[in-house]
């Protein structure tokens, strides 16, 4: 069995039969949703290229995103929208879609594994926080690739009606061409005005 499965084997040896993992996409871009992902994975699959969204393709991605889905023994996909990230922050709307993604989930872990140091705090569950976890355990690195191309393929749609930004390219992080259309075009509706306060100076 590959390393990625050291944080499920060692969670398994000490008694939690039930383990998802936990992780998210687009924190930090300035528009759009953050969304969270949560998976539970057959003991010991094995899925060829599995490994943190970031280090993979985009075309990857989305095979891999199939196999997940079909193999997983549950998971959920949610957001926290532009809305909820300026009203209660971007930390707090993130461990929001988590929790929204672990409530979907079919079977109730009894552990989740969740990238990063921070405690989203799920009711009844216990939480194991990994840092880059997304490339150390197989079941938070599956939830990375629900997560990155659910989000995506949502600003992919998004670009469609906001065709002057490139949310299709960028996804809404800060580039260059980005900055470019918010100074010629203002901001647009999935715009999150907590990350443009600097930028329009107030």
Not at 98 to 103: D, H, L, S, T
Not at 128 to 143: E, F, N, P, R
Request: with cysteine; charged share 25%; glycine share 8%.
């Amino acid at each position: 069995m590959s390393e990625l499965w050291n944080y499920e084997l060692d969670a398994m040896e000490k008694g939690f039969d039930v383990i998802c993992g936990v992780d998210e996409a687009g924190r930090g871009p300035l528009a759009g949703p953050v969304c969270a992902a949560a998976v539970i994975l057959p003991k010991g699959l094995e899925i060829e290229g599995l490994n943190d969204s970031k280090k993979l393709t985009d075309k990857k991605r989305r095979e891999l995103y199939d196999v997940i889905c079909e193999k997983a023994l549950a998971y959920g996909i949610a957001f926290a929208d532009h809305r909820e990230i300026d009203e209660i922050n971007i930390l707090q709307a993130t461990f929001l879609a988590m929790r929204r993604a672990v409530e979907q989930l079919q079977i109730k872990p009894q552990l989740a594994l969740v990238d990063g140091n921070r405690d989203p705090v799920l009711d009844g569950i216990e939480v194991k926080t990994i840092v880059k976890g997304d490339s150390l355990s197989a079941s938070i690195a599956a939830a990375s690739i629900l997560a990155k191309v659910t989000r995506d393929r949502y600003m992919e749609e998004q670009a469609e009606l906001y065709p002057q930004y490139g949310f299709s390219v960028h996804k809404g992080y800060g580039t260059k061409a980005h900055y470019a259309a918010l100074t010629e075009h203002g901001p647009c509706p999935i715009h999150r005005m907590s990350f443009l306060k600097k930028f329009y100076g107030n």
